[in-house]
């Protein structure tokens, strides 16, 4: 089902709905905003310790390695 598809089906259901399917799709889209807010929340400190390591890599003071080299070294890990 498409994405507008599937928000007009919603739609339906909020304007027909009574007060408990109401409540329930409230704490439901209440739920998955927390979610989303803590998921990608970074604190001041790491910022910056991103920030300190991408000017290293930057720098040429940092190790890195290609994609392959990455797929390839998690595929002798397991």
């Known amino acids: 089902m ?3 598809d599937l928000r007009n089906t919603v739609k339906e259901y909020i304007n027909t709905a009574d ?3 109401l409540k329930m799709i409230k704490a439901l889209a209440e739920s998955y905003q927390s979610d989303e807010q803590e998921t990608f929340m970074l ?3 790491q910022y910056k310790m991103i ?3 991408r000017e290293a890599h930057l720098k040429g003071e940092s190790k890195s390695f290609t994609w392959e080299q990455v797929k390839q ?3 002798n890990a397991s």
């Open 2 to 4: 498409a994405t507008l």
């Open 19 to 21: 007060i408990r399917l």
């Open 43 to 45: 604190s001041e400190e």
């Open 51 to 53: 920030d300190k390591r």
């Open 73 to 75: 070294n998690a595929r």
